[in-house]
Every structure is written in structure tokens, then in C-alpha cells.
């Protein structure tokens, strides 16, 4: 089976992309080696916890691979090529994030693995945001265009094993290798800047994003975020040992049941550049772009759950900014609001689920719990289900009552507007922006043109993973209860 041979391969590479990645960021940025060993402690210590365990176990033991990346790009034909250079590796483009909401010049979308089995694999995903041209003045787009168009930001090399995996369905194990070699120097950090002192200093008074953007030969990667168990007790060990963190950790409150996703992050030490200058005097310089994150996962939540999230923080984010020293108090005094225990956020249909099926306890019926259990399972329509639709819904529930499911919610494989507005922001300080009008605003259609594919709906990938557990668990329930 070609296909399949193929998409275990494509899991390999990424899974070797990902620690190259992660070498060659810890060279670059040893701030972010000292993290990944205050992550890696914490995992170990909380691994067993009790509080741990209503995470799903496959989430466990790829922990400490976990990782995402950002980029930023100049144009939509470096977003095209880049989209082919993580299809080698299965990374799709999911979700479609608008950060003019935040006056940023940036939409963005993520390249992340998409079926369950494969995120089981490796979850390596990447951030991609996109420049949005239309919202510089015309001489500064002129200038801005022709200076991206110089740059290759994908080698020769890499681009010819793309081509082949393309052609041929797959790479052998040299070319993929090869590739792995080749591909991880699209994002690695140019020291020498492709423009002059003067361009910078204009891009950078008009926005620092842009003069990140535009200036360098290619998409350095930004920041590589591990993923923490306890992501209070990393803030305050950080803090400890002096590294500057943002203000407060950004997304939901610490809960019982964590949901969506959690993130805090520092700013790096700036780097020497040197610009494009005949006076190799004026030619020193620096810059600042490059920063540490760190990242807590929880429940995915349905677009009811997802409503009620954005719906609590918008009423926390009109009394306070997060700067404020009670952020965190009407933060958890707001989200109490949101319930926490996986039954209630079942009954409320507010996460997905994985259901996983209680053998032991099918032995131990009686013939007449038996006969209820078919009864119930011949109510399901087996061939579609929805479990949120309400009949399948309430017949769930009396399994789950009964013990013989058991609820482990759905890892959040995505990110939050507003949350990376707030990454942004905490490590781009200089310059604002005008913001355009919504006519002329680059939009999602924009950028699936550039993808030449549609952005996958993150909500949609979730629904499907939930019904395929159930639809199994369910199956498995109706030829074990039937056994005898
Ligand atoms: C991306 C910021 C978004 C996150 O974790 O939300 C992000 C960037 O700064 O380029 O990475
Ligand atoms: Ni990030």
C-alpha cells in the first residue's frame, strides 16, 4: 500500500525536521536550551500526577518531542513554497488567524499534521504569518516588494527534492535526509541583513514586524515553544532564576480540566546584524525578534465551548488590560463561569472527546443491563453520528453514567487570536500601525489561493477525530455485549 508506506514516511521526516529544528535553535538561542531543561524537569516530576490523568495518554509520550515554531514571510509566492516544503512532511494549513484585530500587518495560518494518528506520531506545527503589502503606503510597498523579490528563501537543493517527492509520491531515505539537511536552513538566522541601515531604521519606525520581516534573506524562525505540564510552576521557576517573563500567562485560567491552550513567553537577548554598507564601520548593528515560549495544552472545545471562551475573556478584557496586577484574580473569578469536570463539559456540549470503552465492567452485567445496552446502541445511527446531536447525546450519557465510557478529552492541536496578538506584541515593541480598510484588506480566500488549497477548519478536524472514537467504542460495546 503506497499511500500508506507513504504517510508513515512522511511522519519520519517530520519527526527528524523537528529535532533538527530544535538543534539548531539551541545553538542559536542558548536561553532556549535553559528552557527546554526547566521543561523537561517538570515534566518528569508531574508525569504521574493524579491531575495529569485526565490527559489523553498519547498526549504523554510525545511530550517532550512536542514543540511549535513561527514564521513570518514577505509575499504569497514564499507562502506557496513553503506550503510545499511542509506537505513533504504532512504539515497542512489549518485555521485561518486575522491579527489585524490587533493592528498587526500580519494574517496568519498553521502548517500542523491532521489526522490523530499522525499528531500521535510527531505534532510539530509551525505559526505562518503573511505580510499584508496592501497596508504600507505606495513608495514603501515598492521599495518593500523589490527587496523580497531578491531573496530565495528555499534553496535549490530543497526545492528539487520537493519537486521529486512531489513527482514520485514519497523520498527515499537518502533524499529525505537530504531534504531534512537542506529545509531547515530556510528558517535559520541570517547575521547579515539583505538591506541597508537606512532601509531598516525606516521599516522599523513604520512597524518592527516589518523591518523583521522584510530585512533578512530569509524566515528565521522566531521562537520553538515546548509544551509544559504545570505552566504556573514553570512561570515562577523561570522568574526565579531572573529571566523576564511577559506579564501574565496568556489564555484561560489554571483549571481542573484545562481547556485550549496556555502560554507564556520572554524576550531574547538582541543580535548582531550587519547591514548592506560600504563602510564596514556603520556596517554593526542589532536586532531584536527572537523570543522564548512556552505552551500548556488542554481540552478542544466546540464552537459552543469556543463561543463562551471568547465570550468570558472579551467581559475580563473590558475591566482589565493584562498588565494589571488583578488580571489573574477576574480572569478565575470570570471563568468560573465555565464549567470543569469532563462530565459537565460533556452534558454542555462544550469539548470534544475521545471515548474510550470500559471492558472490564461489560463482563460484570447481568443479561437484563445487557439487553439495555442494545437497546441503546440500536437507537444510534451508527453510519453518521454526531454526538452532539441530542438523542445520540443523552443515550451517551447513559453509558458514560453507567462507566462503561469513559470521557478523556480531545488534545487543543491549534492556537488563539488573541492570545498570539499578545505573543506579538510582548516581543515587537516599536512602531504602530494604520489600520486598512476592510475592502482592501487581504483575506482567508487570499491566502488558499496562495496555498492553491483550502484552509482545513480546525473545529471540523475535531468533530470528525470525536465521532471515529465513539463510532469505535461503540462498535467494540455492541460485539462485546453481545458475546455471550
Ligand atoms: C507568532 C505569534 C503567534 C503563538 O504561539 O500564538 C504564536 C509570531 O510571533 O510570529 O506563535
Ligand atoms: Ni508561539
Known sequence: MPHQNNFHLQDLIREKFSKAMSNM?????????????????????LINAPEIQNESISDLSRINLERHGAI??????????????????????????DLSIADLPVHSTVFRPITRESLAANPFRVFCSVLRLELLD???????????????????????????????????????????????????WHEEAQVSRSFYKELLSVNSLLADIVSFKGPHINHLTPRVLDIDLLYERMSEQGIKMTDTIQGPPRRKVPILLRQTSFRALSENVSFKEEDSNESKGSHRARFGEIEKRGAALTPKGFDLYKQILEKVLSQVNQADKNYKNILEQEFKEFPDTSLSLFQKKLAYFDFELNESKIDKLDIES??????????????????????????????????????????????LPVSAAGIFKSNIVEGGFTKASEQTLSSKEDLEQSLSQSI?????????????????????????????
Not at 538561542?29 to 518528569?44: A, F
Not at 534553496?155 to 537518502?174: A, P, T, V
Not at 445511527?381 to 451517551?396: C, G, S, V
Open 138 to 188: 505606495q513608495e514603501l510597498r515598492i521599495k518593500t516588494e523589490q527587496t523580497l523579490e531578491q531573496r530565495q528563501i528555499i534553496n535549490d537543493k530543497c526545492i528539487e527534492l520537493i519537486d521529486k517527492f512531489e513527482k514520485d509520491n514519497g523520498l527515499n531515505e537518502d533524499d529525505s535526509n537530504s531534504f531534512v539537511n537542506e529545509a531547515v536552513k530556510t528558517f535559520k
Open 370 to 415: 445487557k439487553a439495555k445496552i442494545s437497546n441503546i446502541i440500536n437507537e444510534f445511527p451508527l453510519d453518521k453520528l454526531a454526538y452532539a446531536q441530542d438523542e445520540t447525546h443523552q443515550n451517551l450519557l447513559k453509558l458514560i453514567e453507567a462507566d462503561l465510557l469513559t470521557l478523556k478529552f480531545l488534545n487543543y492541536e491549534d492556537f
Open 25 to 45: 535553535y539551541k545553538a542559536e538561542v542558548p536561553l532556549y536550551e535553559d528552557l527546554l531543561n526547566i521543561v523537561n524537569q517538570i515534566n518528569e516530576e
Open 456 to 484: 482545513y477548519d480546525p473545529l471540523k478536524l475535531y468533530e470528525e477525530e470525536s465521532n471515529k472514537s465513539l463510532l469505535k467504542a461503540l462498535k467494540n460495546l455492541d460485539k462485546l455485549s453481545n458475546n455471550d
Open 72 to 97: 513570518r514571510l514577505g509575499t504569497h509566492e514564499e507562502l506557496h513554497q513553503i506550503s510545499r516544503l511542509f506537505n513533504v512532511m504532512a504539515m497542512k494549513p489549518v485555521g485561518y488567524y
